[in-house]
């Protein structure tokens, strides 16, 4: 038969070929037949076997045939790992000793080998039975041999598995550390309009106060007297103290009120107050009337503002919803303001009052472009000519010398019709109406000028609308403490035992659910009442009003500057929380989430 293309018979050498076969001839044949010797006749019939018989590869220490020299087998696959013993492979095996535990290294294993190795011996030393006295063949003895070697072997194997294996420290990890515990939210300082609060265990305890808690609650209030709560509760229904804190979390102050209407959310709730009497709608007195009482009451918040005896209050217009914060919260040394959203009109009405504020998202959509390659350079005109009518940059001239600077260069300026003055100030104008009523146009005041913006509310005529259902009606007033004019008003709470579906069934959840204007302080106080009392296993559902969720803004200059916040009238760990810089941006906390009293939580 012919060879294949490209096949060559002689693709090993022959010299290795032989020596190869050779060195298997050798060590099959040693084995068989004793070179010399009186014993070599006992086995007349057996002749050394052909240098091409192979025999199966046996592992062991030592094959002793009857009567014949101890000569060690060589192993031809002693240079590769997988003919290694199995024990070798299991240099590491726990052991259990009791109640200690410690590992068998190689010297251990090799012991137990060396036993394996003097049973044999022993076992071939005694010859007994028909085998000794009428002398078998190689064969029998080998294969003998080999059965008592894997039995010993089998037996050493099947201790080893079972004593128990030493697990790898990345194994034990995840089990054995515990994740990391996080005890306290991040601030949010826009307004909720719903807290929806469930729990394993129940909320009943939250209804029905006695006269006496209620009584004890509101005069705690009132006086800003605070009591921390423990740590655990085992019957909250029965503790009088923890149900009072919850009825002084509860507090809130606001100006107006009117009790035949909801007067927040302000912003989209014309039907909240449509078919609702309004008898300042068409009477200018009663208009002057509610504005002069709005204005001192506006007056006395900006004072205890800036001595330090309320930490923030919010003023909620039927366009815009201004927070103004104490000097030492959200991680700035003076009094802030952010207002949200706002137009291009109020924005020109107050730089024309000299309010000076700034545009932090503006500013950082501006440079996320800059940063951005590969992008037209008209988005980034569009956003340097927004800034630039924003911050009242260089006058109409200059812009228009600029716009037609290259005319001038092609000398057929005076061929063109030049647009007026009003036509290039629309223009400018359309970029900056393109972030009006949006969280981009959200208005950061800081330091003096706060107290220009609190003089602008007060006489601008836009903060009140001059038509619709909130006609003639000054924006509503929120503060955690009291102030002049101020009617004292409290969450609506409810509480309702549901059954929620699981896999395995169903399962009996409590439910509560309170409404209304939350502060930021009023949220930090309700969750640490139910840290204790649910024993650190709760959840909470926030609804935010959407205008709001972007003061969580972080647009100040902070500075490590120590101020005395301590009769500013809220628990000190509600003032720890609200001290920290804002984190989250232009979002606003979703969802709360605690378990084995580490918090969780989406935004």
Known sequence: MTNPSGYSPSFKRPAEILRMRRSRARSVGGLLSPSSGPDSSENPGQTRSSPGEIRPFSPGPRLLGRNSPARKRRNPFASIENAHSPIKKKPLVLKDDGDSFFLARNSDLVSENKSV?????????????????????????????????????????????????????QAIAPASIAPPTCREYPADWSLKTRLLFTSPLSLTWTEQPKAQEEAVGLSNSCRAQFSAPPLSLQDPQSCSDTRCAFQQSLVYWQHPSLPWLSLFPRINAERNFSGKGAPWAHDAALQQSLMREWSASLSSLYSLLKSKRCPYFYVCSYQFTVLFRAAGLAGCDSITAVVSPTTLGLRE???????????????????????????????????????????????????????????????????????????????????????????????????????????????????????????????????????????????????????????????????????????????????????????????????????????????????????????????????????????????????????????????
């Open 349 to 603: 009405a107050m730089k024309a009052e000299g309010i000076e504020f700034s545009l932090p998202l503006v500013k950082v959509r501006k440079k996320r472009l800059d940063l951005q390659d590969g992008l037209d350079e008209e988005p980034k005109r569009a956003c340097l000519k927004e800034l630039e009518a924003e911050g009242g940059g260089g006058g109409e001239g200059d812009d228009e010398d600029d716009s037609f600077q290259w005319l001038k260069e092609m000398g057929v300026q005076d061929k063109i019709k030049k647009p007026d003055g009003i036509t290039i100030k629309l223009q400018k104008d359309a970029h900056s109406l393109s972030v009006d009523h949006r969280p981009e146009s959200v208005v950061c005041v800081e330091g003096s000028h706060t107290f220009t913006l609190i003089n602008f509310l007060i006489n601008c005529k836009s903060v009140v609308a001059s038509t619709g259902s909130q006609a003639g009606l000054p924006p509503t007033l929120l503060a955690p403490t009291a102030f002049r004019g101020a009617t004292l008003h409290t969450l609506k709470s409810r509480s309702v035992n549901v059954k929620n579906q699981v896999k395995s069934g169903f399962q009996n959840v409590s439910s509560l659910e309170i409404a209304g204007p939350v502060l930021p302080s009023s949220l930090h106080a309700i969750i640490g009442l139910l840290r204790s009392a649910q024993k650190g296993n709760f959840s909470v559902s926030l609804y935010t009003h959407a205008p709001t969720a972007v003061m969580n803004v972080n647009a100040f200059e902070h500075k490590d500057t120590t101020v005395d916040l301590s009769g500013i009238g809220l628990p000190p760990t509600s003032v720890d929380q609200l001290q920290q810089p804002p984190s989250l941006g232009q979002s606003a906390l979703s969802h709360i989430s605690m378990n084995d009293y580490s918090y969780s939580w989406r935004s």
């Open 117 to 169: 190795e003097s049973r044999l011996t022993d076992r071939e030393g005694c010859p007994s039975g028909s085998d000794s006295s009428s002398g078998s063949e190689p064969d029998r003895n080998r294969d003998s041999q080999e059965r008592l070697l894997d039995q010993d072997f089998l037996n050493v194997e099947q201790e080893a598995a079972e004593r128990p294996l030493l697990k790898s420290p």
